[in-house]
């Protein structure tokens, strides 16, 4: 069963769009992280947030976790082809983390 | 500093092999080790959860005696995929706890390409 539900699963957009990547849940994670990776290579940690309604920003990136621990989201501004990748939130359930099912995201110049 | 490494990053074998994969931490010790699996364009699929000095703990529908996994120090971690088919072709990803860090911070590795001829 997946405990976490991302979205969407693809997005191809064209440089300079803004973008939003949701996760969702119906279990509290005592904490969301997000990775960025690339064909070939291992996840690489962007962000973790921990309290709920905590919003974190790297960059162009914004990240956001729900008031009830439950979702978050990944708001990129003005896209570039670098920020091309797999996306993928997980959430820390007990002593692992849950992984989403991952958003490829393709930005075309 | 929190560099885990995987050695080989690709590998190539006869079917019905043992394959062996080594994942360390190279700047910290790591009491907890995890194995993921990766298919084309999917989301990590943890295997099992591997602790120092204790049998690994396996997630549902994976085969221990199939998968091998050995944490015999606080720095390395060994998965062995025993009488490899090609269904076992992946792309296996081990990531690791630092005891320093807060309990849900994990750094993976490179990952390791298994071609199963």
């Known amino acids: 069963t997946q405990l976490l539900e991302q979205s969407p699963q693809f997005l191809s957009i064209q440089e300079g769009e803004n973008l939003t990547v949701y996760c969702n849940s119906s279990?509290?994670?005592?904490?969301l992280q997000w990775y960025r990776q690339e064909p070939g290579e291992g996840p690489v940690l962007l962000v973790t947030?921990?309290?709920?309604?905590e919003v974190k920003k790297l960059k162009r990136l914004t990240f956001q976790f729900g008031d009830a621990r439950k979702d978050s989201s990944l708001h990129i501004t003005a896209a570039q082809p670098g920020d091309t990748g797999l996306y993928l939130c997980?959430?820390?359930?007990?002593?692992?983390?849950?992984f989403g099912a991952g958003t490829i995201l393709r930005v075309k110049s | 500093g929190a560099v885990v490494s995987q050695h080989p990053s690709r590998v190539i074998c006869k079917s019905g092999t043992s394959v062996k994969i080594e994942c360390r931490s190279l700047?910290?010790?790591?009491?907890?080790m995890f194995w993921y699996r990766q298919f084309p364009k999917q989301s990590l699929m943890l295997m099992a959860t591997?602790?120092?000095?204790?049998?690994?703990?396996?997630e549902q529908g994976v085969e221990k005696d199939k998968f091998l996994i050995n944490h015999a120090s606080l720095t390395l971690s060994t998965l062995t995929v025993t009488s490899a088919h090609p269904e076992d072709s992946s792309f296996y990803i081990c990531?690791?706890?630092?005891?320093?860090?807060?309990?849900?911070?994990?750094?993976f590795g490179p990952g390791t390409r298994l071609t199963v001829l």
């Open positions: 990531s690791a706890r630092d005891r320093g860090s807060p309990p849900d911070t994990q750094y």
């Open positions: 279990s509290v994670f005592s904490s």
């Open positions: 947030v921990v309290t709920g309604g």
């Open positions: 997980a959430g820390g359930y007990g002593n692992k983390l849950v």
């Open positions: 700047d910290f010790q790591a009491t907890t």
């Open positions: 591997s602790n120092e000095g204790s049998k690994a703990t396996y």
